[in-house]
């Protein structure tokens, strides 16, 4: 029976990518909406050190059998914010084993279900009231979604099994030398990359091994491809949500390719330990089994899942010590090649200095006038300066993740042996921490807008005299924290208004153009009384001698 390519293959393929998408999108959007604070709180119990990362990572995906679904989890997760990136890495390691643990129900329905309940929630989200059960619905509804785009993407290149030219191919591997094993690794890697499942894969080459076109190692052979191939979603996902993600993404990739070589290298001492381990149990996955007069091989399903179980918890117990080095080691990918520091990770905030006060609040202080500065390129963004962040977009999530490790990390310094003016300081560093996310926001705004317009040479000149004097008053905001600014300095920029009645008054401007340097007055006036609640915030603890004072200790 001849396959239908267009009907058969692409049109699932490319619609079951798109569903996938959509999910992630709706997932996100969701995660986003609801309660950061409450969502970190709930998975720093699960995934707050790179252990219980581990063992969250293996408990969830054994319960929902399916590592891609996890990885892609988690990439949302960490773009949201909920997960750090150290987190992350443990929970995509924990992935790996606990997907290996249930190969045996890889025929599940998962797509029919997934699409019977993204049903459900879709129905939920447009008839519900409440706002947060909107939010809810809609990260339900696109998780369900990612499980029914895997499953049209998967049943889209099924097919492929019943072209002659494919199995054909496939009945030629020999995997007696370390080519062949590695030929076979990579043909699985890539059909592992077009269906999006590791464990449809594996089950293939169960099925395969088991009727005798595969001989048991090379089946063996093609299980180890798979563990590569299941990257590219994770990858796919991550191409358009920030650098965190994709760092996680990396992660997922990283780990993968380092166990899969080291695995490949020893693949024949390997071979021999699984041969003697079955064998303990009386199991040879070479031995025929005669059914309806063919040879048949029911062990070798057998050894494949034992061997895929022992390759992944292997993988985990030399890499997990270097998950430190991991999390290093992708901070630094993904940043600018021109030297275009990456604000999405913070510089100063260490775990070794967040149990130590007088160590952790300048640490804080410096990290927040580094946000500061990360806002203040908002205006070379406007100006279309040379240098400035090319994305605005992007930028805006790298400050956007650089205000949540703030902030959640501010809050850990809250302990029962501060004094009460201690306390009021590290409550004074988070109020600070939220006003400057918020005039992060309208600096987002200016950009924004300015980008989105084209100016004639009569309305340019009204913005850049508008960001000049948004300029000075970031400028005042940029001074050393520890010098306490006297309260009565505080004055926010009046001048505003008239630059505004003078935008009024010109009759020459574009009605357009007026309209739009109107809304960036707007947004100009609101980041200065923003700029002054700082200030003002500032100057409500003295803060250099608060930072000096020595925790004190109880007995």
């Known amino acids: 029976m001849e396959v239908d390519i267009f009907k058969e293959i692409l049109v699932p ?11 992630l999108e709706f997932m996100d959007s969701g995660i986003q909406a609801l309660s950061v604070n409450k969502m970190r709180e709930w998975l720093a119990k699960m995934a707050g050190t790179p252990v219980k990362g ?28 909920v997960l750090s990136l150290r987190s992350a890495i443990s929970v995509i390691m924990g992935a790996n084993i606990g997907t290996t643990l249930g190969n045996g129900l890889i025929a599940l329905p998962l797509g029919p279900i997934g699409l019977l309940f993204s049903g459900i929630f879709a129905c939920v989200y447009v008839f519900a009231r409440k706002e947060k059960t909107k939010n ?43 080519i062949g094993v590695i030929s076979c690794a990579l043909i699985a890697a890539l059909i592992t990359a077009m269906i999006h499942s590791s464990s449809a894969t594996i089950g293939i080459v169960m099925g395969m091994g088991a009727s005798g076109v595969l001989p048991w190692q090379t089946a063996i052979a093609f299980a180890i491809g798979a563990d590569l191939g299941t990257t590219i979603t994770s990858w796919i996902a991550s191409l358009n949500l920030s650098k965190n993600a994709k760092r996680t993404a990396y992660a997922h990739i990283a780990f993968n390719a380092i166990g899969v070589c080291v695995v490949l290298a020893l693949f024949f001492p390997a071979i021999r330990v699984l041969r003697w381990g079955v064998g303990l149990f009386g199991i040879d996955p070479g031995a025929p089994v005669m059914v309806d007069g063919q040879e048949t091989f029911p062990m070798v399903p057998v050894a494949v899942g034992a061997f895929s179980i022992a390759f992944n918890i292997f993988n985990v117990c030399i890499l997990f010590p270097f998950v430190g080095t991991f999390e290093r080691v992708l901070s630094k990918v993904g940043a600018n090649e021109e030297g275009e520091e990456d604000y999405s990770n913070p510089r ?26 990360a806002s203040a ?24 993740s650089l205000s949540r490790e703030i902030r959640a990390y501010s809050a850990h310094l809250f302990t029962d042996d501060l004094s009460r003016e201690q306390m009021d300081l590290v409550a004074s560093l988070i109020e600070e921490v939220d006003f400057t996310s918020s005039l992060t926001e309208q600096l987002h705004q ?11 040479p009569a309305s340019q000149v009204f913005l850049e005299e508008a960001l000049e004097k948004l300029d000075r008053r970031l400028e005042e905001l940029g001074a050393p924290v520890e010098s306490h600014v006297p309260a009565e300095a505080v004055n926010p920029e009046a001048s505003v208004e008239d630059l505004r009645w003078r935008v009024i008054d010109t009759a020459s401007l574009p009605a357009g153009e007026k309209g739009a340097l109107l809304a960036i007055l707007g947004s100009i006036e609101r980041s200065e009384s923003l700029g002054a609640r700082i200030k003002a915030e500032r100057a409500s603890v003295n803060r250099g001698i608060a930072a000096m004072e020595v925790p004190s200790t109880t007995a």
């Open 377 to 400: 390129l908002f205006l070379d963004i406007a100006r279309g300066k040379e240098g400035a962040p090319k994305e605005i977009d992007e930028h805006a999530e790298a400050v956007d």
């Open 136 to 178: 809810t619905a809609l990260a339900a509804m696109g998780f369900s979604l990612i499980f029914y785009g895997l499953n049209l993407m998967t049943g889209g290149l099924k097919p492929l099994r019943n072209m002659p030219q494919v199995m054909s191919a496939l009945e030629k591997l020999d995997s007696s030398n370390i």
């Open 348 to 373: 100063f905030l260490t775990q070794d200095s967040r149990g130590v006060y007088n160590q952790a609040v300048p640490a804080v202080q410096q990290e927040i006038q580094r946000q500061l500065a």
């Open 54 to 81: 581990l063992a969250a990572g293996t408990i969830i995906t054994g319960i929902i059998q399916s590592s891609t679904a996890m990885t892609v989890m988690t990439v949302g997760l960490v773009n949201a914010g």
């Open 446 to 456: 200016v950009a924004r807008r300015a980008k989105r317009e084209q100016f004639s």
């Open 13 to 23: 393929v490319i619609g079951g990518l798109g569903i996938f998408l959509l999910g």
